[in-house]
């Protein structure tokens, strides 16, 4: 059974510019949550998406967004990128709504901005 | 006082010891609790879940929960090489004010096993 992918596993961009990160999630998981992982902060919840909602978000800016579409794949887009954005962007998912039952992760993307 | 908090490590123990790994959390409405292992450059994968006081053991890992005290640790039994890594703490709460879930993870306690 294949497990969560992500794509582009890295990516260099520049201040300013936006990225969109894709993720497909294991087949029957409908539940998507995407992290941001820096080794200063660990792993920070960026938001959560269920059937096509978006069930929660974490405390980021609005320049940080999301979609998931009806095959319950998901988008992440960062707009007006910032050096800070360098990071670790991973995605999870699982069977449940409330990521009661443990979340499977993807391999991540490396974002660098400069 | 963060909602999640992990001593961030190095904890170093002998191959073959028992490695104790801990874990508080500040939210008494969380309900499920989780440890995830991350290896240096890899995502983190889950190892383990608890829902309830007490003991629950899977192969060298066990873990344990005390919700009187908010603390849930993890046990590795005969510790080896390759159980070094990150071990990363999740709490799924649910703050019955806002009735909206919270999926928090600790920043993690990094393990070293020395052979």
């Known amino acids: 059974k294949a497990g969560v992918t992500q794509t582009p596993r890295y990516l260099i961009k520049t201040r300013g510019q936006q990225v969109t990160l894709s993720c497909s999630p294991i087949?029957?998981?409908?539940?998507v949550s995407w992290y941001q992982q820096t080794p200063g902060q660990g792993l920070q919840f960026l938001f959560e998406?269920?059937?096509?909602?978006?069930?929660n978000k974490g405390n980021f800016p609005g320049r940080f967004s999301g979609r998931q579409f009806s095959n319950s794949r998901s988008e992440m887009n960062v707009s007006t990128l910032e050096l800070g954005d360098s990071a670790l962007y991973l995605c999870?998912?699982?069977?449940?709504?409330?990521?009661?039952?443990?979340?499977?992760f993807g391999s991540g993307t490396r974002l660098t901005v400069v | 006082q963060k909602e999640v908090e992990q001593n961030s490590g190095p904890l170093s123990v002998p191959e073959g010891a028992i490695a104790s790994l801990n874990c508080t959390y500040s939210?008494?409405?969380?309900?499920?609790f989780f440890w995830y292992r991350q290896y240096s450059g890899k995502s983190p994968e889950l190892i383990m879940s608890?829902?309830?006081?007490g003991d629950k053991e899977d192969g060298r890992f066990t873990a344990q929960l005390n919700k009187a005290s908010q603390y849930v640790s993890l046990l590795i039994r005969d510790s080896q090489p390759s159980d070094s890594a990150t071990y990363l703490c999740?709490?799924?709460?649910?703050?019955?004010?806002?009735?909206?879930?919270?999926?928090?993870f600790g920043t993690g306690t990094r393990l070293k096993v020395l052979a």
């Open positions: 999870a998912s699982s069977l449940a709504s409330t990521g009661m039952d443990g979340y499977t």
């Open positions: 087949s029957g998981h409908r539940s």
């Open positions: 998406y269920f059937s096509e909602t978006q069930r």
């Open positions: 939210d008494r409405g969380s309900q499920s």
């Open positions: 608890i829902y309830s006081n």
């Open positions: 999740a709490v799924n709460m649910v703050p019955p004010t806002s009735g909206t879930y919270k999926y928090i």
